[in-house]
């Protein structure tokens, strides 16, 4: 029996990376491209996350629409993991191509310019955007010949609004967006295309760790039911932006913060 999670199985077949899919929205875009088909290897980092990996895989399983699922813990700041996140796929999917990537991993620092120091910087660096790069450069040779593949990178508004102690952790997420636009370029003629989503506040253990006074000003100003996003909010949009139905969408950030910024 097909569980009631299922959706229109417009992935089917397709073969997908998450990272940092262990907690929050990665978790929400995992699960909710599984439930259109897609099988995906979820990373992550901590041995403490290996239990919620481990239900999170349980709850694809049980969907019974086709879908699989499997992990790697990797420490994408470390120079190997890319390519050790690759091979895994490749193997536990017993497959060549890989169709969809979402660079989804990412670490905040809230520090103000004057309190931030080189380690804090350069790790923030190393996850946020060095990471990114080269997993999509261990993927691109394993993108479908025949084009369609996906390659989605998850921003931030933080990389265009100029938050007061979010320099570093902002700088990261302008660098992402800078990258989508030139990949695109690169990518477009094989039949590619590489897009980015800019949430605003969602709900996430890297919002609990921002200070409550400045989180709780970003709700009140978000205009779409002053809430804060969900991590389905996102999956959705990373769902349609992975389907061919966005074929002709490439290039762009794509904004989802109810409102709260708009451009």
């Known amino acids: ?38 099988s995906v290897m979820i990373t992550y980092t901590s041995a403490s ?21 499997a992990s790697i813990r990797a420490d994408l700041a470390l120079p190997g993991s890319p390519q050790q996140i690759v ?31 080189a380690d804090g910087f350069d790790s923030t660096f190393l996850l946020n955007l060095r990471a990114p790069f080269f997993l999509t450069q261990g993927v691109r040779k394993h993108l479908p010949s025949a084009g369609g593949g996906r390659i989605i990178n998850i921003s931030s508004v933080a990389g265009r609004t100029g938050f007061p102690n979010h320099s570093v952790y902002g700088a990261t997420k ?12 690169e990518f477009g003629p094989a039949g590619h295309t ?32 002053n809430r ?12 349609w932006l992975a389907s061919e139905e966005s074929r002709w969408i490439t290039g762009q950030t794509i904004g989802a913060a109810g409102g709260s910024v708009m451009y």
């Open 1 to 38: 029996m097909v569980s009631t999670n299922s959706k229109a199985p417009s992935l089917a077949g397709k073969i997908a990376i998450v990272t940092g899919a262990s907690r929050g929205i990665g978790e929400a875009i995992a699960f909710d491209l599984a439930s259109r088909g897609a």
């Open 49 to 69: 996350s290996e239990a919620k990996v481990e239900k999170l895989i349980a709850r694809i399983t049980s969907l019974g629409n086709g879908s699989s699922a």
């Open 87 to 117: 091979d895994a796929t490749l193997s536990a999917f017993t497959t060549d191509t890989i169709h969809i990537l979402v660079n989804n991993a990412a670490i905040a620092y809230d520090k103000f310019m004057v309190d931030v120091d």
């Open 174 to 185: 302008a660098g992402l967006e800078a990258l989508t636009r030139s990949w695109a370029s």
């Open 194 to 225: 590489v897009n980015a989503i800019s949430p605003g506040a969602t709900e996430s253990d890297m919002l609990d760790q921002l200070d409550r006074g400045f989180v709780e000003g970003l709700r009140k100003a978000t205009p779409m039911e």
């Open 228 to 239: 804060f996003g969900t991590g389905q909010d996102i999956a959705d949009i990373v769902s």
